[in-house]
């Protein structure tokens, strides 16, 4: 009986060995060059949280040399950052989406640079014709040859293939693609068997992004921007969208591409601007708006929002910089620059306003109330003529009028709480405290059915208009609720424990009179009303002392209250 090794060793093994070897090189060709050169198209795509820690990965085909991409939507959702490294090993950053569908689990998207690509199949193969599976490898191809077991219509028009092939996890994203190379769609798992999928190539390239995009629940759990769309519209809604999504950084991209696609529109110039304005950057800012000016087709627009910027720099910034070249006068002139090229009633506003803060308030009055009596009939002119009205020292009845109207033509809505308000204040100012009271509860209602609460100084507001006719317990519920919502304001503070002391109850004065001199040990207020709790509650010695540090600080009030209780 000969051994193994003689086995081995005889002529008829040593031929099939041959004949095998032989055969090798047919089956690397039965795999099409097509299909080889679509393999350096396939990617790996990395995704990141915002705080630079891996979020998942998936695969991919480039379909474009621009970086048009696509890949599985799920990696994306939670992303802040991407990452794709092609077949040869070179990474990119994926600079946005261009659509995503996540019942497909599909995303098209743009990274940055020149890419190799893959064609996309136009037509659709049919049920029991072979395709290939290229799963991604660096510098080599590998693609297994795969038959499509059942295509179904979507949608009219696009294809759902499956495929019985039992595929690894880590093959999910990879192309199908056919003879010639031609990508068919992308490798998902079907749930509940070993079989998987692939929506049509032609459905994900399909993929769109417009105005509404940054909306789109799918897209909205993402981080990563949006494409800037392809219609000038749907671009300007973009900006106006992205402003609640992304920080600066991401609006300087959308500027930036907005500036390429649309030169003569000013939206862009206007965004890039207000970036550098936000940073204290003013040249910069004047900068572009220039370049608005000079580039846009509606120099109008351009004008306008070179003098709005001005005006808000001159009356709103706090940045502590100083730009000298930004004036009323600059303001003005551009104001009127967008009046000559288009007379709209806005660019008049905007000369009103700037004639207001100018101190010409007779001026300003005559400009808001001849605004008023034009297409722009609107609250905001009715209050700031009031304004106006209170500089030239007028009666409060005339200013009350004033913003009656301003009341009377924006509603009782969100739109006319802020006029509201300074009616009710103008009340309030005027001994008419139960007047006030009705606007400042009509505004508090609405604030807290549009926005869930009114601001801290509200409350405060009106605690104090409330105190005057002794509505203490309402007075007493409203400071306390100015301290939830501004915990760190000792005034606040200070207050509701005046108001406990005055209503007797001593504990809640001591506790938030303590409070007050935790956030501000330097003020005496805190001091005086601890001291005045104390000596109700019996603690003399703690009282004065608490007295005698008010006394310390400079308050005028300690020694006479020292003498009074000692």
């Known amino acids: 009986m000969k051994t193994f090794k003689q086995i081995f060793h005889t002529p008829f093994l040593i031929m099939l060995w041959l004949f095998c070897l032989a055969l090798l090189p047919g089956m690397v060709k039965a795999?099409?060059?097509?299909?080889?050169?679509?393999?350096?198209?396939?990617?790996?795509?990395?995704?990141?949280?915002?705080?630079?820690?891996?979020?998942?990965?998936?695969?991919?085909?480039?379909?474009?040399?621009?970086?048009?991409?696509?890949?599985?939507?799920?990696?994306?959702v939670g992303a802040a950052k991407a990452t794709v490294i092609d077949a040869a090993?070179?990474?990119?950053?994926?600079?946005?989406?261009?659509?995503?569908?996540?019942?497909?689990?599909?995303?098209?998207?743009?990274?940055?640079?020149?890419?190799?690509?893959?064609?996309?199949?136009?037509?659709?193969?049919?049920?029991?014709?072979?395709?290939?599976?290229?799963?991604?490898?660096?510098?080599?191809?590998?693609?297994?040859?795969?038959?499509?077991?059942?295509?179904?219509?979507?949608?009219?028009?696009?294809?759902?293939?499956?495929?019985?092939?039992?595929?690894?996890?880590?093959?999910?994203?990879?192309?199908?693609?056919?003879?010639?190379?031609?990508?068919?769609?992308?490798?998902?798992?079907?749930?509940?068997?070993?079989?998987?999928?692939?929506?049509?190539?032609?459905?994900?390239?399909?993929?769109?992004v417009n105005g509404m995009?940054?909306?789109?629940?799918?897209?909205?759990?993402?981080?990563?921007?949006?494409?800037?769309?392809?219609?000038?519209?749907?671009?300007?809604?973009?900006?106006?969208?992205?402003?609640?999504?992304?920080?600066?950084?991401?609006?300087?991209?959308?500027?930036?591409?907005?500036?390429?696609?649309?030169?003569?529109?000013?939206?862009?110039?206007?965004?890039?601007?207000?970036i550098a304005f936000r940073a204290g950057d003013f040249a910069e800012a004047a900068h572009y708006m220039e370049l608005g000016i000079a580039k846009a087709a509606l120099k109008d627009e351009a004008h306008y929002n070179y003098a709005d910027l001005i005006y808000r720099y001159l009356a709103y910034s706090q940045s502590g910089k100083t730009f000298e070249a930004w004036t009323l006068d600059k303001a003005m002139a551009e104001a009127q620059a967008a009046y000559a090229a288009n007379p709209l009633p806005i660019y008049r506003h905007l000369q009103a306003q700037i004639t207001f803060m100018k101190g010409d308030y007779q001026s300003a009055y005559d400009q808001f109330m001849s605004l008023a009596k034009s297409g722009l009939r609107n609250g905001e002119v009715f209050f700031e003529a009031a304004q106006a009205?209170?500089?030239?020292?007028?009666?409060?009845?005339?200013?009350?009028?004033?913003?009656?109207?301003?009341?009377?033509?924006?509603?009782?809505?969100?739109?006319g709480a802020p006029y509201i308000l300074a009616r009710g204040k103008a009340l309030d100012a005027d001994g008419k405290y139960r007047d006030a009271m009705r606007d400042y509860n009509l505004y508090d209602t609405i604030m807290t059915v549009f926005y869930g609460t009114a601001p801290a100084e509200f409350y405060y507001t009106r605690y104090q208009c409330e105190s005057k006719i002794r509505m203490y317990q309402q007075a007493l519920n409203d400071i306390a609720h100015a301290c939830v919502l501004a915990p760190k304001e000792p005034t606040y503070w200070v207050e509701l424990a005046s108001m406990n002391l005055r209503v007797n109850k001593l504990d809640e004065a001591v506790f938030a009179a303590t409070r007050c001199v935790e956030l501000a040990p330097q003020y005496p207020d805190g001091y005086i009303f601890l001291g005045l709790a104390q000596i109700q509650k019996k603690l003399k010695a703690e009282g004065l002392a608490n007295l005698e540090k008010a006394k310390s600080l400079g308050d005028s009030r300690a020694q006479g209250l020292i003498d009074k209780y000692k």
Not at 233 to 245: G, P
Request: positive net charge.
């Open 31 to 76: 795999q099409p060059a097509a299909v080889q050169k679509a393999s350096k198209a396939v990617f790996t795509l990395t995704t990141f949280k915002a705080d630079g820690s891996l979020l998942s990965s998936t695969h991919g085909v480039f379909i474009a040399t621009d970086g048009t991409a696509v890949s599985t939507f799920a990696p994306f």
């Open 89 to 208: 090993g070179k990474s990119y950053d994926v600079d946005c989406l261009l659509g995503g569908n996540e019942l497909y689990d599909v995303a098209k998207f743009r990274v940055t640079g020149t890419t190799p690509a893959a064609p996309i199949a136009r037509t659709a193969v049919m049920q029991g014709a072979q395709v290939w599976l290229v799963n991604y490898a660096k510098g080599k191809t590998d693609a297994q040859p795969v038959k499509i077991a059942k295509e179904e219509k979507f949608m009219d028009k696009y294809v759902y293939y499956v495929v019985n092939y039992n595929a690894p996890d880590n093959a999910i994203g990879c192309p199908f693609v056919n003879a010639k190379g031609e990508v068919m769609g992308l490798l998902r798992h079907l749930a509940g068997n070993s079989d998987v999928s692939a929506a049509d190539i032609l459905f994900i390239n399909d993929l769109k």
């Open 213 to 274: 995009s940054n909306l789109d629940p799918a897209l909205k759990q993402t981080a990563i921007r949006t494409a800037l769309p392809s219609k000038e519209e749907d671009a300007r809604m973009t900006l106006v969208l992205a402003k609640s999504k992304f920080g600066d950084d991401v609006i300087r991209k959308y500027a930036d591409e907005f500036m390429v696609k649309f030169p003569a529109a000013a939206d862009g110039y206007k965004e890039r601007a207000d």
């Open 389 to 415: 009205k209170a500089n030239l020292k007028a009666g409060t009845s005339e200013i009350i009028a004033l913003l009656d109207r301003a009341v009377n033509v924006s509603g009782k809505t969100q739109m």
